[in-house]
């Protein structure tokens, strides 16, 4: 079964600064999709970025970034200019692309909480 | 609805009562999964629909989970005799099939708020 490791149960930024948290994976596929989410205190989780294993480019949304490097079976989440409402619990998700075997459901790391300081 | 729905928000259980869950999913998505959320922890995968069929259910923890989703929309999670240690936050989420599995979606799952349990 596909394992997702995020090594950093919690983290620290100041305000207007940049952090990067980490996310390793394991698994035998070449297609497959990697995600992650974003859960605030008592809120529903939203997806903050997706990245296709297929695509070398990295993906970009407005002040987040991610660094994907397939060989490592790594996927770090960068956020720019951090903000008091980046400040939420993490998580890293895999998913496989293939409907066959239990890859397909989307397995998701323990999760690292961002704290944001003013 | 524009997304996914969760009902009831929050539940408190004596042990040993039963307790049912209710997810919404959003119009159109083929697939539907709960998860299990511990404190402070990442979701736990508990089991998967597409449409009515249930196709994984590896991750229900005891013979007293029992989901069903028998129109292929509205799912609904069953605790039987629930014990402290079923304690948590129980996620519903709904994605689209994905595009090798011939639909369009991008694989994203699309979350409800969750329904918390507690069990005195």
């Known amino acids: 079964a596909q394992t997702v490791t995020q090594s950093q149960p919690e983290m620290s930024v100041q305000e207007a600064e940049t952090v990067t948290l980490s996310c390793t994976y394991d698994?035998?596929?070449?297609?497959?999709?990697l995600f992650w989410y974003k859960q605030p205190p008592s809120r529903q989780m939203i997806l903050v970025i997706r990245?296709?294993?297929?695509?070398?480019q990295n993906a970009t949304e407005n002040r987040f970034s991610v660094n994907f490097q397939k060989a490592a079976k790594s996927f770090s989440l960068k956020i720019s200019d951090s903000q008091l409402g980046d400040a939420a619990m993490y998580f890293c998700?895999?998913?496989?692309?293939?409907?066959?075997?239990?890859?397909?459901?989307?397995?998701f790391g323990r999760g690292t909480s961002l704290i944001v300081h003013p | 609805g524009a997304g996914v729905s969760q009902s009831p928000r929050y539940k408190v259980a004596k042990r040993g009562q039963d307790v049912a869950l209710r997810c919404d999913p959003i119009?159109?998505?083929?697939?539907l999964f709960w998860y299990q959320q511990a404190l402070g922890q990442g979701p736990e995968f508990l089991t998967y629909?597409?449409?009515?069929?249930?196709?994984?259910k590896s991750g229900l923890p005891s013979d007293r989970f029992f989901a069903e989703r028998p129109e292929g929309s509205v799912s609904t999670l069953k605790i039987q005799r629930t014990q402290q240690e079923d304690s948590a936050v129980y996620l519903c989420?709904?994605?689209?099939?994905?595009?090798?599995?011939?639909?369009?979606?991008?694989?994203?799952?699309?979350f409800g708020e969750g329904s918390r349990l507690t069990v005195l």
């Open positions: 989420a709904s994605s689209l099939e994905r595009r090798l599995a011939g639909g369009s979606g991008t694989g994203e799952l699309f």
């Open positions: 698994t035998s596929e070449s297609d497959y999709y």
């Open positions: 990245q296709e294993a297929y695509k070398q």
């Open positions: 998700a895999y998913r496989s692309l293939h409907a066959s075997g239990g890859s397909y459901i989307p397995t």
């Open positions: 119009s159109g998505h083929v697939s």
């Open positions: 629909f597409q449409n009515e069929a249930q196709l994984d």
